[in-house]
Structure formats: structure tokens, C-alpha cells
């Protein structure tokens, strides 16, 4: 007659962590074997076998004592230690959350992960006319994420148009808008495409923040052609008894430059067919894995 096999080590410790992770959660909840077995419909006898490590109970079996000490069965059998009952609190919490309340508490949890913080937004920086909004809205299509304007934000956050919030609040009441709306659609947006003015850059807290929670593109373009889109939208304000606005325009892209050179990529659309420039923010996008998940899940 053949002697059995030896129990491998690892099936051992296996066997020794179940019966003290047992005992230890029927001892936390002060509940007596008997109790344990009324519970779990797994006999006293069966129990005491296995919180002394000589039980081979079976997985059935071992999901009933698991369900009636309310943890884990992966908790039971894991070479980790299992979870704090606060922690696995949290985690239930966490899995039951609306998305946006999940990358607050990931952005809160890794502070120190820029990826984290920036999670999968884009933020396209630059001057007006520099292509932004198409370039923006054709590529959140082509990717199928949100595509969000701030200046809509903006009007939502306060209720009425653009030009009445100007004539209402002033640059100053614009400013605070502004931060708000960005703050919104960070807690509103895990995942998206926004396209901000290009006198953010001018407002360094606001500024600091788009840096700091969003991958960040510059959509330039050249002085010659900002005008002419400008134009071609149907806004004549920037030549209308103005013969040095091309002057100014030069002036503003050159104190500018610097803040906008603080963005991780650049995407130049200068002499190209809008398409092109499609196809640049996709492929910088794509390249540097701004709407990839690391960091954020």
C-alpha cells in the first residue's frame, strides 16, 4: 500500500492562514462557534477542524463561513494581509461611486502623481484664432470623449451670456468665473477635451491649476494667419480703425510665449489644411498617452 503524498509547503501555509484568519474574524465579532455554524449552516465540528488547520473544507463551504463572518473570501486565502474592515469600507464605497467622486478620491489619494491629478483630461492652450475649438471638437469626435468650451462653462456657471457676464462682473468677476468653471469641469470630467481662452495663461493660479490637473497642448499658429481666422469667424474688432492691431497681435504672442511654452506638447498648425492639424493633436495625444489610464485607475 502507497504512503500518501506530503502536503506541499505552500498548500500548508495556505491551510495554517485560513484557520487563524477564520479564527481572528469570528473572534473580532465576538461570535461563538455554535453561532458561527448556525450562520454558515457548516457544522461546529467542521469549524473547529478548520480554525485548528486540519480542516480540507471545500470552497462551497468555505463561501458560506466567509458570507456569515461578512468578509472576503479572497481575503481569507490571500498571502496579503486582509484589509482593515475601515478600509474595506472605503473600497465598497469607492465601488459603488459615480466616476467623478472616484477621480476626486484617486487625485486626493496619489497627490504626488501628476498623471493621477491630470487623470485623462486635455486642455489645448493658445491664442484665439490658433484653431483650437475645431481642432478640439474634431478630435474629441474622432476619440469619442466629452468636448467642452470654457467660455460655455463659464456661462453656465453664471447663468447668462458671455458678453452680459463683461458688462455685469467686469474682467475682474470674468477671472473668478473662469476659476470656477474650471474647477466644475474637473470634478465633472475624468476623461474630455477642453479648449480654455488664451488670456488664461494670465491669471497664474487659474493657469497653475490647467497645468496641474490637465495634459496640457499649445495650439499655436502664426501672427498673420491668428488675424485671419479671426476674420474669417466674422470679428473685424481686431482691424476696425486699428492699423497697428497686427503690432499688438505680435506683441501679445511674444509676452505669451513663455506661459504657453509651459504646456507638455505643442501642436503648430501654421499653413495647414485643418485636417492635418486634426491628425497632429491625435497622433500628440496618442503619443504621449494623455488619455491612456495610468496613474488613474
Known amino acids: 500500500m502507497t504512503s500518501p503524498k506530503p502536503i506541499p509547503a505552500a498548500s500548508v501555509a495556505m491551510i495554517e492562514r485560513l484557520a487563524t484568519r477564520v479564527r481572528a474574524a469570528r473572534t473580532a465579532q465576538g461570535l461563538p462557534r455554535r453561532a458561527l455554524s448556525d450562520m454558515s449552516g457548516v457544522s461546529p465540528r467542521y469549524l473547529a477542524q478548520l480554525e485548528a488547520g486540519e480542516g480540507n473544507i471545500s470552497v462551497i463551504l468555505l463561501d458560506r463561513v466567509a458570507t456569515a463572518l461578512n468578509v472576503r473570501i479572497e481575503d481569507l486565502l490571500s498571502e496579503a494581509p486582509p484589509m482593515r474592515a475601515d478600509v474595506a469600507r472605503v473600497a465598497r464605497l469607492y465601488e459603488v461611486a459615480a466616476a467623478p467622486v472616484q477621480g476626486r478620491v484617486r487625485a486626493l489619494l496619489a497627490p504626488e502623481n501628476p498623471m493621477a491629478l491630470r487623470a485623462q483630461r486635455v486642455c489645448l492652450i493658445g491664442l484665439r484664432g490658433a484653431g483650437k475649438s475645431t481642432l478640439g471638437r474634431r478630435a474629441a469626435e474622432k476619440l469619442k470623449v466629452p468636448f467642452v468650451e470654457l467660455t460655455d462653462a463659464i456661462e453656465a456657471e453664471a447663468g447668462i451670456p458671455l458678453g452680459e457676464v463683461m458688462a455685469l462682473y467686469g474682467q475682474d468677476g470674468y477671472r473668478a468665473l473662469e476659476a470656477q468653471a474650471i474647477t466644475r469641469v474637473i470634478d465633472d470630467h475624468d476623461k474630455l477635451i477642453l479648449a480654455v481662452a488664451g488670456g488664461i495663461v ?61 504646456a507638455l506638447a505643442q501642436v503648430d498648425t501654421s499653413a495647414k489644411p485643418v485636417q492635418m492639424s486634426v491628425n497632429d493633436l491625435l497622433a500628440t495625444i496618442a503619443s504621449n498617452r494623455f488619455l491612456d489610464s495610468i496613474g488613474t485607475e
Open 202 to 262: 494670465g491669471e497664474p493660479a487659474t493657469y497653475a491649476q490647467v497645468l496641474e490637473r490637465f495634459h496640457t497642448v499649445w495650439v499655436r499658429t502664426s501672427p498673420a494667419e491668428h488675424m485671419a481666422r479671426v476674420r474669417a469667424q466674422g470679428d473685424l474688432r481686431p482691424m476696425e480703425g486699428n492699423p497697428g492691431a497686427m503690432d499688438q497681435l505680435k506683441s501679445f504672442l511674444t509676452t505669451r510665449t513663455p506661459l504657453y511654452e509651459r
